[in-house]
């Protein structure tokens, strides 16, 4: 079974249209993650929940909503966006501890998201 | 802040030839780095991570090897092979942040 799975794969949506993006763990890790990735552009770290609670919104404009209801469960809630915010958007999971930082992240395979 | 950045965004190699690519990082309190493989249609996949009280690591055909005075880390490839073929990036963590700064990529083509 894969350890970070994100559905769905593809969305299309108009700028009017409310959808979601659900990532789950299941690796039993403790802090999950969203980032957008551009076409020739680094990772965009977007919001971060460590045990559940968001730690991390680095500017992220309102049409993008998280959600964190456990520690296994990630959801992106999208609403009005604009062309410019299709991407990849991508989940990560990593296991975190206090004092120790040296994990890496996993990441699921990614929603390819186009907005019309 | 931090800033993490690849020297080249296209690597083409032969099959069968060693395959290097490099990244430069530009915080000195950067204490953790991380090598993902990246194909297409997928997400990033952990290669393999090193810490800064080590300057080399070796795993299965990768090493990465780690340059703290410059600031600069390498991934290599041995014997590369044409499912090698993936975008490469790199990533830097400040020590007391479980937060990465991710590069550019580095588009790997292996040529058969």
């Known amino acids: 079974e894969t350890g970070v799975t994100q559905t769905p794969r593809h969305l299309v949506m108009g700028m009017t249209n409310k959808k979601s993006l659900k990532c789950e763990q299941h690796l039993g890790h403790n802090a999950m993650y969203w980032y957008k990735q551009s076409a020739k552009k680094p990772l965009e770290l977007m919001f971060v929940y460590n045990f559940k609670e968001q730690t991390e919104n680095n500017s992220v404009p309102s049409r993008f909503s998280p959600e964190c209801p456990n520690s296994s469960h990630l959801f992106l809630h999208l609403h009005t966006l604009q062309p410019e915010d299709s991407a990849l958007y991508l989940c990560?999971?990593?296991?975190?501890?206090?004092?120790?930082?040296?994990?890496?992240?996993?990441f699921g395979d990614g929603t390819r998201l186009s907005i019309l | 802040g931090e800033s993490v950045g690849l020297h080249l965004p296209t690597l083409s190699v032969q099959e069968g030839d060693n395959s290097i690519i490099n990244c430069a990082y530009s915080n000195s309190a950067s204490d953790y780095f991380i090598w993902y493989k990246q194909e297409s249609g997928k997400g990033p996949q952990f290669i393999i991570d090193i810490r800064s009280n080590m300057d080399k690591r070796q795993g299965q055909r990768v090493t990465v090897l780690l340059n703290k005075t410059v600031k600069h880390l390498s991934l290599q490839i041995a014997a590369t092979q044409p499912g090698d073929s993936a975008v490469y990036f790199c990533?830097?963590?400040?020590?007391?942040?479980?937060?990465?700064?991710f590069g550019r990529g580095t588009s790997l083509i292996v040529h058969p």
């Open positions: 990560a999971s990593s296991q975190e501890s206090q004092g120790v930082y040296n994990q890496p992240q996993h």
């Open positions: 990533a830097a963590r400040k020590g007391g942040s479980y937060i990465p700064t």
